[in-house]
Nanobody, 126 residues
């Protein structure tokens, strides 16, 4: 089992940047594929980015491609989401998620993930 704790959210002006971190407990972090999801008020949770257990593969939803970068440091048990050129429509609660992965796959549907953090608020003002 793994526990996930996000940090790095906050209030930023449009065009600004934030870096989210998701720290995982346990000694087997490198066994987990990781993902970032977000949920805006009144909307369903949506996929943002995913990374495989080694960090060699990443995948993004179209609206953030070229602006957001997911990465991980397995030595620090942490996954990151660097968010640049932020827009008001990026405002949401951002959550990281983890799933044990036997191979080098990554996942973009929330139902594939077994563990979730509590989320961190990102607010982008216009």
């Amino acid at each position: 089992q793994v526990q996930l704790v996000e940090s790095g959210g906050g209030l930023v002006q449009a065009g600004g940047s934030l870096r989210l971190s998701c720290a995982a407990s346990g000694r087997t972090f490198s066994s987990y594929a990781m993902g970032w999801f977000r949920q805006a008020p009144g909307k369903e949770r949506e996929f943002v980015a995913a990374i495989n257990r080694s960090g060699g593969m990443t995948y993004y939803t179209g609206s953030v491609k070229g602006r957001f970068t997911i990465s991980r440091d397995n030595a620090k048990n942490t996954v990151y989401l660097q968010m640049n050129s932020l827009k008001p429509e990026d405002t949401a609660v951002y959550s990281c998620a983890a799933v044990v992965s036997a191979g080098e796959g990554l996942y973009y549907t929330s139902r594939r993930y077994d563990y979730w953090g509590q989320g961190t608020q990102v607010t982008v003002s216009s």
